[in-house]
């Protein structure tokens, strides 16, 4: 090889041993002694704590291997001239194209200049860099190298900000649904990780009832699959474990010299929560302690929320319940007041005698959710969709019900636009998968609304003939519809 693309006049530098994290560089060039002064050139390079990782191919087709192999190249230092004149820029255009990678930094070296001119390389090739190998001394590459990388530091916060803003959007849409608060939470911890910038890992712990222990509600980084569910003292380095508990004790924080814990303060339960940012490569400045105490507040204030809710749908779950038993205890006097009930616990008795009384009581809970109900009549699908989540949402304290008239009528209304034939919404239940007891209290309700627009029984007869296998179960029908004179009395 020709000296001209050698780094001569500069020192070189003794070896020192790499960290345990890398920015991979993929090089690419088919002259072996490029790849070994390229090393050479930056065997000491070190950024944001990470050093160099090398991995080398020799032809275009080598690299396309390597590029499939390691999506996460931070920097691809490609030759253009090597089995063909242009395979370097084939390898640009794969990587951008066909592996629609466009976070790589592509510095492309060059020995001919005149054979791929910068002007139109630039303009039809999306790279980031060029260099002519005459030109380019060790100083030049360290400047080119470490460039690239704040660029491609920047790119993928940017890109990793928008997943976590993707999930803290997600997560806001279904915020009051019943199980959000770890996709919520999740979402913002991975922002704060990016934010904040070189940290190993991040994790949030919420406390128990009694404030004994800490476990894992989220985490981002090192290890975040398996700290999550586990209790913050077991996945903490040892230092930070020495400062745990003056932290919750005084609801304060500590900042150290490579990782910080913030006690996140509750304004609903006794005990609040923790979060924990190890492996921080700089120190914090007065900005990110800014960040973390906003963090602290908001997203203790966002689950304090959902505790709150879920306390509320106990509170209210539990009045279901007692009005149930209530109802039960005077059953034969609900019977004799209320024709509705009467007539949900004849159709019961028709076709279930045995949870017959159950419910005709979780008519009562059913009835009062029925303006809920008008919002999917002659509505689309996507309409029908909005609606039964407004359903689902706006009652689900029921779903924590104990009692089984409350269950009845929780389940029906969830049910309540699901079809035999398996075509219905929310989750397309079909056949014996859909409560009788929903179908009793649906068919209850369809019969009343008919009757009260003076519909005939033999109308009636058709209209219950046409859904049979469709929309109700055909047994039930059949015997539905032999009862339509008696049922009518009531």
């Known amino acids: 090889m020709s000296n001209q693309f050698m780094f001569a006049d500069e020192a070189s530098q003794q070896t020192t041993k790499l960290p345990t994290e890398y920015w991979k560089i993929l090089i690419v060039d088919d002259e072996p002694e490029v790849h070994a002064v390229t090393k050479l050139a930056l065997n000491d390079f070190n950024f944001l704590g990470r050093g160099l990782k090398f991995y080398s191919a020799f032809s275009g087709e080598e690299a396309k291997q390597l590029i499939d192999e390691h999506p996460d190249a931070a920097i691809l230092l490609l030759d253009v001239v090597m089995e063909t004149d242009d395979a370097g ?45 005459t030109e380019l001394t060790a100083q030049k590459l360290f400047t080119a190298v470490m460039s690239s990388l704040r660029s491609y530091r920047d790119i993928m916060s940017i890109d990793q900000s928008r997943h976590g803003l993707e999930k803290i959007i997600a997560a806001s849409a279904n915020l009051y649904a019943l199980q959000p608060m770890n996709s919520f939470v999740d979402g913002l911890v991975q922002q704060l990780s990016w934010v904040i910038g070189g940290a190993k890992q991040t994790l949030y712990a919420t406390s128990n009832e009694d404030g004994s222990s ?25 230092k930070a474990l020495a400062e745990l508990e003056h932290v919750i004790a005084n609801h304060g924080s500590y900042y150290g010299d490579d990782f910080v814990l913030l006690y996140c303060r509750s304004h609903c339960r006794s ?28 997203v203790q204030l966002a689950q304090d929320n959902v505790v709150c809710l879920e306390d509320s749908d106990q509170f209210l779950a539990r009045l279901a319940d007692q009005l149930m038993l209530h109802h039960a205890s005077h059953f034969n006097g609900i019977l004799e007041q209320n024709s509705e009930v009467r007539l949900a616990y004849a159709v019961a008795q028709k076709v279930a005698a045995e949870d017959a009384e159950t419910t005709a009581l979780a008519w009562s809970l059913f009835a009062q959710a029925r303006p809920l109900l008008n919002c999917a009549s002659d509505a689309a699908a996507a309409v029908e969709t909005t609606c039964q989540q407004r359903v689902s949402r706006s009652l689900r304290a029921l779903g924590h019900g104990e009692h089984e008239a409350t269950q009845n009528a929780h389940r029906a209304l969830i049910e309540r636009l699901e079809r035999w034939d ?69």
Do not use: M
């Open 89 to 133: 820029l084939q390898v640009a255009r794969y990587i951008r194209e066909e592996a629609d990678n466009h976070f790589t930094r592509i510095i492309l070296r060059t020995g001919q200049p005149g054979q791929a001119p910068e002007r139109t390389v630039i303009v039809n090739y999306d790279i980031n860099d060029y260099k002519s190998k």
């Open 214 to 238: 800490y476990k894992v509600l989220a985490a981002h980084g090192e290890d975040s699959g398996v700290c999550v569910g586990q209790t913050l003292r077991s996945v903490i380095p040892s």
């Open 271 to 298: 005990h609040g929560s923790v979060l924990f940012i190890g492996g921080l490569s700089r120190a914090l400045t007065a900005d990110d302690h800014h960040v973390l105490q906003l963090f602290s507040e908001n």
């Open 422 to 490: 398996g075509l219905g919404l929310p989750e397309g239940k079909q056949g014996s998968d859909i409560a009788i007891s929903t179908q009793v209290l649906l068919l209850t309700e369809q019969l009343l609304d008919w009757w009260e627009s003076d519909i005939s029984d033999s109308d009636i007869a058709v209209r219950l003939k046409d859904e049979r296998g469709r929309y109700y179960s055909p047994k039930f029908l059949d015997v539905v519809i032999k009862s339509l004179p008696e049922l009518r009395t009531i």
